[in-house]
Nanobody, 129 residues
């Protein structure tokens, strides 16, 4: 079974950039679609985007489209979240999640029956002046 570990979080000024990594352990990492989520204090978890198993296609929520980019390197068991033009409202704990089905990730925060198979522990991103 794959386990996920996020890294790359930190503090950045508005307009800055960060790249988060989600590293999966185990030989079956390429069998999973990977999604990125975030949760700000006092708010519900928000789906940001996802990438299919091969990495050839991605899906983004409108709130981050054009600013965030997801990519993956299956040889390194790693998925990346490149975040540009960061805003204070991007401050949150960021999580990666894995499921064999992309759809499960896309609807994870809107469908109570959708439960992605794996979650990482999260990494904090703070955007402030």
């Amino acid at each position: 079974q794959v386990q996920l570990v996020e890294s790359g979080g930190g503090s950045v000024h508005p307009g800055g950039s960060l790249r988060l990594s989600c590293v999966g352990s185990g030989r079956t990492f390429s069998n999973y679609a990977i999604g990125w989520f975030r949760q700000a204090p006092g708010k519900e978890r928000e789906f940001l985007g996802a990438i299919i198993r091969s990495g050839s296609s991605t899906y983004y929520e409108d709130s981050v489209k054009g600013r965030f980019t997801i990519s993956r390197d299956n040889a390194k068991n790693t998925v990346y979240l490149q975040m540009d033009s960061l805003k204070p409202e991007d401050t949150a704990v960021y999580y990666c999640s894995a499921d064999p089905k992309l759809h499960t990730l896309v609807v994870a925060t809107t469908d109570t029956n959708a439960h992605p198979e794996l979650w990482g522990q999260g990494t904090q991103v703070t955007v402030s002046v």
